[in-house]
């Protein structure tokens, strides 16, 4: 653990070789993983509670887990997809995250209103053309997950079209009183997507070189 933490400090300063970085810590363990202080935070926290050795997790076991409404392909595959994750990744997001997904089996759904829990984190997730652009779709918004401030308990959002007048509305249109928020807002969100950008392209390159160990 004291050495994972070390390595974790060494990491994040940029102080090791390349050499060093792929003999250090356990092969998840990427700059890319340790981008934001939330996710430096999250990363001690798992490393002070979990000794080695550092197992995935089962698939089985994240399904179970896992808060999940709507289509069962899509629950299954999210699953299988946390499970190939670095595990503080996986435990994380079991614990703070509810995912909402339709468009593999059923296009939408009507009934009671489901039980949302209290987890901060919220994913909507849509079934993509392919496959392989579905699990990306699910890696991205998990990265953000992970590298993202949570959200406070009582923290909820109104509508998505805030969202959209808040990233989307010509800068021309918006109020001048508000505009210095907006361009901050937006800056913000940029740095939120290369960062995830960068992790889901390595947690891509993680999947496919396990897949592969697998052949
Ligand atoms: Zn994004």
């Not at 392209?201 to 052949?215: E, F, L, T």
């Amino acid at each position: 653990m004291r050495l994972a933490l070390s390595y974790l400090d060494q990491l994040t300063a940029g102080r090791l070789t390349f050499r060093e970085r792929m003999s250090g810590g356990p092969r998840w363990l990427r700059s890319s993983l340790c981008a934001t202080e939330s996710a430096r935070t999250r990363l001690r926290e798992w490393f002070e509670h979990h000794p080695q050795p550092w197992a995935m997790q089962n698939s089985g076991e994240v399904l179970i887990a896992l808060h999940f409404v709507g289509d069962i392909p899509l629950h299954q595959l999210l699953a299988k997809t946390l499970a190939l994750l670095p595990p503080p990744v996986t435990d994380h997001v079991l614990k703070s995250t509810t995912f909402a997904g339709v468009g593999s089996r059923i296009m939408g759904f009507t009934g009671a209103r489901p039980a949302l829990g209290d987890r901060p984190f919220f994913v909507a997730l849509s079934a993509a053309d392919t496959l392989t652009r579905t699990i990306e779709l699910m890696l991205h918004e998990v990265s953000h997950v992970w590298l993202m401030p949570a959200p406070e308990p009582d923290q909820v959002a109104g509508e998505a079209f805030y969202a959209e007048t808040l990233y989307g509305t010509p800068l021309k249109e918006v109020p001048p009183n508000a505009v210095d928020n907006v361009v901050a807002a937006r800056k913000t969100m940029r740095e939120h997507e290369r960062t995830a950008k960068n992790l889901t392209r390595d947690w891509c390159a993680q999947i496919s070189a396990q897949n592969g160990d697998k052949k």
